[in-house]
């Protein structure tokens, strides 16, 4: 199974500002996933991050409030813009197995408050 | 599209009593489906999976989940509860040919003693 780290692990933001969330995996990868976790809620996927390639994005998200950077094969950035209360949340990264089929392993997500 | 559905956002059970979380899942595909469990302040970490193989699946931490297509359903089970099975437990379906994970909304699970 694949390590997979994420920074910074909480932070607390004020509202307007942007944060950068970082996504390590201990091996490579071809497709990378991030998700949001609104309080109390489940798990949402917001975009596909393949390296080389732009980011697909699901519908409700665009590439304006969480830009995605995937510059190789083991690392990728999710940013959350422009943030509102509203952007508190969970965010997840997780990465495809290299067994089973459509596997995920997940990080262990970045808490974020944005007063 | 797949989804999933899962009842009950909480569930209490007693220690040493059955565990049972329902999943029910729609999909227009042969589904791929996964419980997950998250520890407070955690990530997500696999339960167990169905991948087409043995409709009944065995899992970690003494879980087990059957897969019935007749009910398109993939519950999950555990004969005898522990306090350190309080977490939040997530359905997911994915389909083939499309990596997209789906997942219910959660059953957080409290361990009375």
């Known amino acids: 199974s694949a390590v997979i780290s994420q920074k910074p692990s909480r932070d607390i933001c004020q509202r307007g500002t942007s944060l950068t969330i970082q996504c390590q995996v201990d091996?490579?990868?071809?497709?990378m996933f991030w998700y949001r976790q609104q309080p109390g809620q489940s798990l949402t996927l917001i975009a596909t991050?393949?390296?080389?390639?732009?980011?697909?994005?699901e519908s409700g998200f665009v590439i304006d409030k969480f830009p995605i950077s995937r510059p190789n094969l083991t690392f990728s950035t999710l940013t959350v813009s422009n943030m509102s209360p509203e952007d508190s949340s969970i965010y997840l990264c997780?990465?495809?197995?290299?067994?089973?089929?459509?596997?995920?392993?997940f990080g262990p997500g970045t808490r974020l408050t944005v007063l | 599209a797949q989804s999933v559905t899962q009842l009950g956002s909480h569930v209490s059970v007693s220690e040493g009593a059955l565990v049972l979380l329902r999943c029910n899942y729609s999909?227009?595909?042969?589904?791929?489906l996964f419980w997950y469990v998250q520890y407070p302040n955690q990530g997500l970490q696999l339960l167990l999976k169905?991948?087409?193989?043995?409709?009944l699946v065995k899992g970690i931490n003494g879980f087990e989940a059957e897969f019935k297509k007749s009910e398109t359903s993939f519950h999950l089970t555990k004969p005898s509860a522990h306090m350190s099975d309080a977490a939040e437990y997530f359905c997911?379906?994915?389909?083939?040919?499309?990596?997209?994970?789906?997942f219910g909304k959660g059953n957080q699970v409290v361990v009375i003693p």
């Open positions: 997780s990465v495809e197995s290299g067994g089973a089929r459509y596997e995920q392993f």
């Open positions: 091996s490579q990868v071809t497709m």
């Open positions: 991050a393949n390296q080389g390639s732009e980011a697909t994005y």
């Open positions: 999909s227009s595909v042969p589904p791929y």
């Open positions: 169905y991948t087409s193989a043995a409709t």
């Open positions: 997911a379906v994915s389909g083939e040919g499309n990596n997209r994970l789906a």
